[in-house]
């Protein structure tokens, strides 16, 4: 039996069909056009899988045991009902019962996030850990909690929202509302932002230089770069962003001491050596003097995005 | 059968006998005199186990099934070993084993914190709920992890250690050895250390006139108390310290999403007033908006310090 994943995501929607090792036979995606009504979209989304299911030359009902769908969103795993997101601006938007409408198999929902951690979980960076968490680092911060090897919750299915937890009280504005959250300083947007203040301030920086000096095409890797080759701007930037995403981790440390948190999102290109960085300062800052064996350890996810495919085949039902 | 529970703290050992009912019946203390050899106190302690249960009229080997302690440190629950304590500068301290030399009945150990938190879901403010947090305010801030109706305890046994996440970057330096620790604002020695800045500043303030001008009288309730009578200035003093308060919580909630998180320590002196003025806050502040029934709601811990007591008893073994 195979199983069918989507990430339901808020640019694309991807389908695939995984097998139960948790490889990816076959993907293919279609645009989500989120402003559309709900249920244009959720049509759309089922119509991609027994597209897929088909070219693969395979039946819907004898060979595919269940649709798992990773959403972008907080969702009642229970009923497959997102409750909340504020992206798409749905509000209790019942997509399991939508895709019903399509399919006979059995279709279970989950957070994107949770599904990503389930999977690094069950074959990626954490797995045969018990406690564990993922977070992803890119232009937003999110997470998903492992807790006795099955996803943690929160009572409205809304916990790990890591991003969202103030570091700076009174600090940087941050996209939620409130100010000093660590994803308006940790994230890859307030990595750029920093990046491109800097390079305005010294036109002398290779930082200014490597854009031409049009700050508009400063990306995440550009102040990385810059550093290597020595920007000391660059390298000052680097230096507080490397800061600022280790401070939140051990906060998460502190509060939840996890076995390992793995990160993930658009950071994973930076590669080992940032995620080294960061690593030192978790272990020296973290609180309690911990053996080595007994310390929660920093490691880079093994999956790329597509774990949220993966993870969602994975789903308890 | 009666179970009997010990609160292994810095200053005091508290044991007392507590029944199915999780009442405690007879209860004793003895200073725990930290700086002692650690099998002196083991051995002070287990004397007073065996007194009180004598005094009762109670025989230990027939009548009580268990000893359960709460000690103030990380605990290896599954072995009775305090793992590491700071404050008692221990390190591999096998408490239950040590216990054992003078009683035949099964020890088992666990951090206060972990403790007072299971008392609470038991019988407490939290009583019903599945995921539940409670958070002791005092000199320090401490908190224990309930998921799934168990203690949470994190891969060293460390986990809940809610008082020493950042809040401020680079803040108010921490006894922990980092700066801006959510203890080094939202503590009661936090909120003693500024009214006393605040009361030097302002000598008409009230703050300064009910302490007599030395400002090493200023207790926790002092701003409070000159709060209630109209000083602007202790006014200002406690609408920031709310402000931390709940900022810190809501990073919690954020991050875990419980049901409740219920508040201990001494800053339950204060009473509800307080409680419901962060828990305002934290009901505008969280993140994603949620219907009522499903946030995570900010209580008043049902039980005092015993609490430590009554928990030990609970304690799985």
């Given at each position: 039996?195979?199983?069918?994943?989507?990430?339901?995501?808020?640019?694309?929607?991807?389908?695939?069909?995984?097998?139960?090792?948790?490889?990816?036979?076959?993907?293919?995606?279609?645009?989500?056009?989120?402003?559309?009504?709900?249920?244009?979209?959720?049509?759309?989304?089922?119509?991609?899988?027994?597209?897929?299911?088909?070219?693969?030359?395979?039946d819907?009902?004898?060979?595919?045991?269940?649709?798992?769908i990773?959403?972008?969103?907080?969702?009642?795993?229970?009923?497959?009902?997102?409750?909340?997101?504020s992206?798409?601006?749905?509000r209790?938007?019942?997509?399991?019962?939508?895709m019903?409408?399509?399919?006979?198999?059995?279709?279970?929902?989950?957070?994107?996030?949770?599904?990503?951690?389930?999977?690094?979980s069950?074959?990626?960076?954490?797995?045969?850990?018990?406690?564990?968490?993922?977070?992803?680092?890119?232009?937003?911060i999110?997470?998903?909690?492992?807790?006795?090897?099955?996803?943690?919750?929160?009572?409205?299915?809304?916990?790990?929202?890591?991003?969202?937890?103030?570091?700076?009280f009174?600090?940087?504005?941050?996209?939620?509302?409130?100010?000093?959250?660590?994803?308006?300083?940790?994230?890859?947007?307030?990595?750029?932002?920093?990046?491109?203040?800097?390079?305005?301030?010294?036109?002398?920086?290779?930082?200014f230089?490597?854009?031409?000096?049009?700050?508009?095409?400063?990306?995440?890797?550009?102040?990385f770069?810059a550093?290597?080759?020595?920007d000391i701007?660059?390298?000052?930037?680097?230096?507080?962003?490397?800061?600022?995403?280790?401070?939140?981790?051990?906060?998460?440390?502190?509060?939840?001491?996890?076995?390992?948190?793995?990160?993930?999102?658009?950071?994973?290109?930076?590669?080992?050596?940032f995620?080294?960085?960061?690593?030192?300062?978790?272990?020296?800052?973290?609180?309690?003097q911990?053996?080595?064996d007994?310390r929660?350890?920093v490691?880079?996810?093994?999956l790329?995005?597509?774990?949220?495919?993966?993870?969602?085949?994975?789903?308890k039902?």
């Amino acid at each position: 039996m195979y199983r069918l994943g989507v990430n339901f995501d808020l640019t694309y929607i991807t389908a695939g069909i995984v097998d139960e090792t948790g490889k990816i036979l076959i993907k293919e995606s279609i645009p989500t056009l989120k402003y559309r009504k709900f249920d244009d979209i959720i049509k759309d989304m089922a119509h991609l899988c027994i597209r897929i299911v088909n070219k693969y030359g395979l039946d819907m009902d004898k060979d595919i045991e269940l649709i798992g769908i990773g959403c972008y969103g907080s969702i009642d795993w229970h009923t497959g009902v997102m409750i909340y997101s504020s992206y798409f601006g749905f509000r209790n938007a019942p997509i399991a019962d939508e895709m019903k409408k399509y399919v006979k198999i059995p279709v279970i929902c989950d957070n994107d996030a949770n599904c990503y951690a389930l999977a690094e979980s069950r074959i990626g960076a954490t797995k045969g850990l018990k406690n564990t968490i993922i977070i992803t680092i890119g232009t937003a911060i999110s997470g998903g909690i492992i807790i006795d090897n099955n996803i943690y919750h929160g009572m409205a299915y809304g916990a790990g929202e890591f991003g969202h937890h103030v570091i700076i009280f009174g600090g940087e504005q941050c996209e939620c509302g409130r100010k000093g959250c660590w994803a308006a300083y940790a994230s890859t947007n307030a990595l750029v932002r920093d990046s491109r203040i800097m390079a305005v301030r010294h036109p002398e920086s290779m930082l200014f230089k490597m854009v031409n000096g049009d700050i508009r095409l400063m990306s995440f890797r550009t102040p990385f770069e810059a550093a290597k080759k020595g920007d000391i701007y660059a390298k000052e930037i680097i230096e507080a962003y490397t800061k600022y995403v280790a401070l939140g981790l051990i906060n998460v440390v502190n509060v939840l001491q996890p076995e390992a948190i793995a990160i993930g999102g658009k950071i994973r290109k930076i590669g080992q050596e940032f995620i080294n960085d960061v690593n030192k300062i978790v272990d020296e800052k973290t609180f309690g003097q911990y053996e080595d064996d007994k310390r929660t350890k920093v490691l880079m996810c093994d999956l790329d995005y597509d774990a949220v495919i993966i993870g969602a085949t994975m789903l308890k039902h």
